[in-house]
C-alpha cells in the first residue's frame, strides 16, 4: 500500500515559481508510475503530467510543456516534485499527487492534495 502526502502550496503572485513535494511511503514505487494531477474550482480534475519512477520517463499536458517540470528522487528519499514557473492565475487549482502500477490504467492511490493559488 502507497501513501501520499503532499506539501509546498500557497498564494504566490503571477509570474512567481513554486515547487510541490510528494512523499511517498509504504512500498517500493519500483514499476509504479507516479502523476501529478490538478482540479480547479467548479472544474474537472485534470492530468498535469507523469513520470516513470525507475526511468524517469515524462509526459506533461500541453499547458505544463514548457513552464511545469515534474521530477522523483528515488535516492536520498522516495519524493515526487513538480516545479511550476510563470504561474498565472489559471494555474490556481489543488494539486494531487497519484500512483499506480505499471500496466494498469487508474491511478487509485491519491494525496489529500495541496492548494495553490496565484493572484494577479
Known amino acids: 500500500q502507497v501513501q501520499l502526502v503532499e506539501s509546498g502550496g500557497g498564494s504566490v503572485q503571477t509570474g512567481d515559481s513554486l515547487r510541490l513535494s510528494c512523499a511517498a511511503s509504504?512500498?517500493?514505487?519500483?514499476?509504479?508510475?507516479m502523476a501529478w494531477f490538478r482540479q480547479a474550482p467548479g472544474k474537472e480534475r485534470e492530468l498535469v503530467g507523469t513520470i516513470t519512477w525507475s526511468a524517469g520517463r515524462t509526459f506533461y499536458a500541453d499547458f505544463a510543456k514548457g513552464r511545469f517540470t515534474i521530477s522523483r528522487d528515488k535516492i536520498q528519499k522516495a519524493m515526487l516534485y513538480l516545479q511550476m514557473n510563470d504561474l498565472k492565475p489559471e494555474d490556481t487549482a489543488v494539486y494531487y499527487c497519484?500512483?499506480?502500477?505499471?500496466?494498469?490504467?487508474?491511478?487509485?492511490?491519491w494525496g489529500q492534495g495541496t492548494q495553490v493559488t496565484v493572484v494577479s
Open positions: 497519484a500512483a499506480r502500477p505499471y500496466g494498469t490504467y487508474d491511478f487509485g492511490t
Open positions: 509504504g512500498r517500493n514505487l519500483s514499476g509504479f508510475t
